[in-house]
Structure formats: C-alpha cells, structure tokens
C-alpha cells in the first residue's frame, strides 16, 4: 500500500523504520516543524524528521495541518492509509476522509484504557504490571476509534517511561505493519471500544513531578519511575531542588522509621539515603541536583550535604 506516515518524536522511530523496511510504500513523512530544543534553545530537527531524511523520504512540516496548502499536498501523495504514531496534534475531518483506508493510529495503551498523551507514564505511575501497543482506526474523538490489533507488553519493575517506551515503540512498529498488511488482505476487522471502561492519560505538567511525601513508598517509586526522564520527580532540601531519578520502595534492611514525618530524612548511607513516607521507606540511589547531570547518591554526597533528621518538602524553605 501507498503510506503517508505521521510521527514526531522518538518513540515514533521505529513505526517509521519498521514501514520503510517492509513491502508498503511510504510516500511521504509529515512531522511537526523545528523547534528550539534544550538551554541553547537550538532548532533541531524531530527524530522522525531525521530518519526520514536519512531514508531520503519526503517530508512535510505544516504549521497549519488544515491549510489548503498541505491538504493539497497529501492529495497529491495519494496515500492508501494514513499511519500515525505520535504526531502530537489531532487529525481534523478533511485529513480522517483522505485516505480510502483511512487512519490508522499506534497508541501506548490496551485501549480503552489510558486514552491520551500521556498513557505510557500514568500506567506507571498507577502500578500497572502490564501494558501494551494497539492499533485503531482513527475518528475524531481521542483515541476512541475502533481497534484493530492488539499486544500486551509486561511491565518490569525497574522500567521508567524512557525505558518502557523504547520498548513498546520497537512492538508499535512491528504490530503497525503486521496492521496495514492485514488491512491490505482484509484479514483484521475493526472491533468498536467499549467506552464505558476506558480511562484518561493526560498530557503531563511539571508540576506533576513534584513528590508528595504524605503518599505511600509504592506510590512515590512509582511516580519516580512513571516520571522519567520527564518531568521527573522533585523535591526541595531546603531552598535546593533535587530530581529524584531513581528510588526503591525499602522493603528491608533500611534504617526504623519510628513514625517520624512524611520527608523525613531517616539515614544517610554512602550509597544512598532513606526518606520516611506516608507509609514505608523510599531508599533514593539516584539524584540530580538543579543544572546538573544525573548521578549516583555516592557522587553527590561528596559535594553536598545530607543529614539524618532533615526534611524534604513540595516547596522550598528559605528561612
């Protein structure tokens, strides 16, 4: 089949990679335009945008995906399906109709479970032991198109986002072709979601990284790890902001907490150290101090200074 492809960032790497490498033709690449990236505010082109370039694919960056200017140019590709993989931006009617196989979405969810930007992170951060990757015909709710394929993907339990996405990305791409194959044969039919049990992933905000040091060990582990590498997970050591990058819920061997306040620093050991939740002990092994990099607790120690009896809190204390 002839495939218009729609994508931005890495995890939508592989569902291009895997496209171009099989027996459907991608005719064109259409990706979000260059923006400035990191402190040197740099543009830089999207991952997507370079895998297409470096294949030597077509590409299109539209500021306006309902301009006349790109519907035009999608016309002219003449694309049987349309694929998308994280574009970022919700398709209008006149681009859903385009194609006569229509649109075909690879979202980080079983949906109908976790509709939304945001689906491999909160599986995490809820404590999900599994996941996975379907395919769907796109309409114009939010991901409420009916499925097509589906994989389950099992949740370890030291898999961040980062690494968690890499993952499911590289089955996205394989289930993705598998997907169109099967459209092209007419061997896969669309099975209507059963709204009444779906559940929402929300766009992410920095202000969701903030810890909450009244929740359970569990539920902070897990936000650690639901949370990275973006917003990541912080706090504050009095007027200092600390990332925690990796913690463990301290099941044994760590230091009594004896009922102290929640973000109550228990211990500090020279590898690690131990806060007093709302219930258990998180162990952090993993911090990065404001512009910073991320290093271990054993590295930071030696330029920085934690007592036991310290307190961690949402806001920082400037008295």
């Known amino acids: 089949m002839r495939v218009v492809f729609m994508g931005t ?57 309902k301009s006349p200017e790109f519907l035009q140019q999608l016309a002219e590709w003449k694309p049987d399906v349309i694929a998308v993989t994280a574009f970022g931006r919700i398709l209008p009617k006149p681009i859903l109709d385009l194609p006569p196989m229509g649109c075909v979405n690879v979202h980080g ?15 995490l951060i809820h404590g999900d032991t599994e996941t996975g990757i379907t395919t769907m015909v796109m309409d114009e709710g939010m991901d409420t ?9 099992p949740i370890e339990p030291e898999d961040t986002a980062l690494e968690l996405g890499a993952r499911m990305a590289r089955v996205g791409g394989v289930l993705l072709v598998e997907t169109l194959t099967r ?19 929300p766009l992410l905000k920095k202000e969701d990284g903030v810890i909450d040091w009244t929740q359970s060990a569990t539920e902070i582990a897990n936000r650690i790890r639901g949370l990275s590498p973006w917003p990541g997970s912080y706090t504050f050591h009095h007027e200092h902001r600390l990332i925690i990058r990796k913690g463990r819920v301290d099941a044994q061997g760590g230091p009594a907490g004896g009922g102290q306040r929640p973000g109550t620093i228990l211990a500090v050991g020279p590898q690690s150290f131990w806060v007093e939740t709302g219930a258990g002990r998180i ?9 910073k990099k991320r290093m271990s607790v054993e590295q930071f120690l030696l330029g920085y200074t934690l007592r036991a009896q310290d307190t961690l809190s949402p806001q920082p204390n400037l008295s």
């Open 9 to 65: 960032p890495a995890f939508a790497v592989p569902s291009l990679e895997a496209l171009a490498n099989s027996d459907h033709e991608v005719v064109g690449v259409v990706t979000q335009p260059d923006r400035p990236k990191d402190r040197g505010q740099a543009v830089v082109p999207c991952p997507v945008k370079e895998l297409a370039l470096a294949k030597g694919l077509p590409v299109s960056q539209p500021d306006k995906i």
């Open 109 to 123: 969810s079983l949906l109908p479970a976790y509709r939304g930007a945001a689906p491999i992170q909160w599986a």
């Open 145 to 153: 198109g009916a499925v097509l394929l589906q994989q389950t993907i």
């Open 183 to 201: 459209l092209a044969a007419q061997t896969v039919v669309p099975c209507a979601q059963d709204h009444s049990r779906a559940t929402m992933a």
């Open 283 to 291: 162990e952090v092994l993993e911090v990065q101090p404001a512009n």
